[in-house]
């Protein structure tokens, strides 16, 4: 598959759970009508034996909340390997035709998003004469998914890969933490830094930037002294934010295993922790919240919540702005996002929608995605950046 033609891809992409028909599914194979069946974040696809929590949390479920939620996390019961399915259901006969579905959908989530590790040699060819710019999510693409937020450490081995690539290729981080958190996470100076899902970006000072474009933009000076540009477009939300921090703080310390992290633009809800049994209560809980912040939303990552402004800017937005910034112009750049979150998505978005450069998907299970390729796990991005740093070496030694 060429890249034009991936180009020219329908895409679906959904916040929420992909549902029956979308995979293809006859309802008539499905073991009951309720939630939820799906290929998503969650990494499985799972048939449950009994019927969900049937609470009276209509509110909540009727913003496809809780939906969201599972399927950001399935229980696990019996794995199938090969495929990574799990099955909780013992009727053989559904439990083929869930095989046979998954199993076509597996192939055509590879035709879709072919590796880009097998497809190494197209990139590169797609990246002839142009200048890869690389931009890097943290958690689940840098660093492993571990159940402590404050543990996902990136491994020695990951940090010299990533500094090596900054070497060669304009480089940046955006993330859904602080930007703080992912620097002292990451401790390289030679990248640029964008936290908060692009809401609070550290760039290169670049004079063509006028205040009329982006009056949020500020000169700052980094932890080195060096001269930078900061954009933070969602800054008076600050004192907003810290207050809804401080709610959920209060408002969750009954609920074992719920943990709030200040992600200074936005804040996040973890509940990887908490028996699935009392999910509802933690979307409950940030629901009400809300209630009272017209001004702020609600998006889901891996098993988090996360309340951010109803700004117009994303990580989309943000891979923009720092090829702005970068004075990365035109055809003859050729931006490269890696991924593995929901929010990744506004960005591989944006590099379909310029037809320029492409998104990877980090995964191991299939995904709808804006993507073009995709990577299996963290080790497999390692790989790629390692690919990246050989293949530039090689084309310096024929100059
Ligand atoms: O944009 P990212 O860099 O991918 O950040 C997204 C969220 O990542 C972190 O949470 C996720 O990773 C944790 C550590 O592996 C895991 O415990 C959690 O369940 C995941 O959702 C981070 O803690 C969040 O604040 C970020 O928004």
Known sequence: MDLKSNHAAPVLTDPVPINKSRLGIHSSLMPYSGPVAAFSSGLCVTIPRKK????????????????????????????????????????DHIYSSWMASVASHVLLSLLKYPS??????????????????????????????????????????????????????PTAIISGRSRDKVYEFVGLTELYYAGSHG?????????????????????STDKQGKEVNLFQPASEFLP???????????????????????NKFCVSLHYRNVDEKSWPVVAQCVHNILKGYPRLRLTHGRKVLEVRPVIDWNKGKAVEF??????????????????DDRTDEDAFKVLRERNQGFGILVSSVPKESNAFYSLRDTSEVMQFLKQLVKSNNKLAAYK
Request: aromatic share 6%; net charge negative; hydrophobic share 40%.
């Open 116 to 169: 880009a590790l097998t497809s190494f040699e197209q990139i590169m060819n797609s990246a002839k004469g142009k200048r890869i710019a690389l931009f890097l999510d943290y958690d689940g693409t840098l660093s492993p998914i571990v159940d402590d937020p404050e543990r996902a450490f990136m491994s020695n081995a990951m940090r010299a890969a990533v500094q090596n690539v900054a070497k060669y290729f």
């Open 199 to 219: 809401m609070d970006i550290m760039g290169p000072v670049r004079p063509i930037m006028t205040d009329e474009d982006h009056p949020n933009c500020i000169r």
């Open 52 to 91: 969900p929590i049937t609470s009276v949390l209509d509110d909540i479920r009727s913003a496809g909340w809780l939906d969201a939620m599972k399927s950001s996390s399935p229980p696990r019961k019996k794995l199938s390997k090969d495929l990574n399915i799990e099955v909780t259901s013992d009727d």
């Open 240 to 262: 907003m934010i810290d207050e809804v921090f401080r709610s959920l703080i209060e408002n969750t310390k009954e609920i074992n295993g719920a943990k709030v992290e200040n």
């Open 322 to 339: 720092l090829l702005e910034s970068l004075g990365l112009y035109g055809d003859n750049v050729l931006p490269i996002y890696v991924g």
